[in-house]
């Protein structure tokens, strides 16, 4: 049976509760809530819960650190592991040094558009690619949410250039085949006056790291 997760607005706004059944906890990035949960029900990791932060913590990274202590501590003494899914997220490394305070292991990478390429892959290309604006399926469905309102775009949209000049084109690295988010990733890059290109990555790193940590869970 399909498993239909909440909507991205719901995810923002309180993301998804702990139920306490499982053995360890994944703290994650709202944004990335569709992608583990799916990779939950495909790999059967029912002994894995989640709890999803607000995904708008992005437009004020310095919080995230913060943020992730407050779960740690609220949710540890009910699981026998928490693994943090977040990579550094522009954080400047304040992410990693809290999670080795608290002792937690978080997912490697400084954004989540490394993992999902591939961390290797994505700094294989970064010579190559530094003019590229990239998008992940939840920053094509929540781009006016994300991208288009908080720059001011809706308001100026004369600010574009200013913004987006040095950038050559939009990659939208894709975890699925929806034909609906690729047309609006392609409406995405034309309003920014971007090339346009679909790159599937699927699960990427997300996966790999998810995976080890499913397999400990199970044999505790």
């Not at 305070?101 to 954004?111: D, T």
């Amino acid at each position: 049976m399909a498993l239909t997760p909440p909507d991205d607005a719901t995810l923002t706004r309180a993301g998804l509760a702990a139920t306490g059944q499982g053995r360890t906890l994944l703290i994650a990035c709202g944004a990335l809530a569709h992608e583990i949960l799916a990779l939950k029900r495909l790999n059967g990791w029912a002994h894995l819960d989640l709890q999803c932060l607000p995904a708008n913590l992005h437009l004020w990274p310095d919080r995230i650190p913060a943020a992730v202590e407050q779960a740690v501590c609220t949710h540890r003494a009910a699981y026998d592991d928490i693994f943090i899914v977040y990579a550094d997220c522009g954080t400047g490394g304040l992410l990693q040094a809290k999670c080795a305070k608290l002792g937690v292991q978080m997912i490697e990478g400084p954004h989540c558009y490394s993992f999902f390429e591939g961390n290797a892959a994505f700094a294989a290309k970064a010579d190559v690619e530094f003019t590229a604006f990239y998008l992940t399926d939840f920053l094509v469905r929540q781009f006016d949410a994300f991208v288009w309102r908080p720059m001011g775009l809706d308001r100026h949209p004369e600010l574009r250039d200013m913004y987006f000049g040095h950038y050559t084109t939009l990659i939208y690295q894709a975890q699925t085949d929806d034909p609906a988010l690729d047309a609006k990733a392609m409406d995405c890059a034309r309003r920014l006056n971007l090339a346009y290109q679909r790159r599937f990555t699927g699960y990427g790193d997300l996966a790999t790291a998810l995976a080890p940590v499913a397999a400990a869970a199970a044999a505790q």
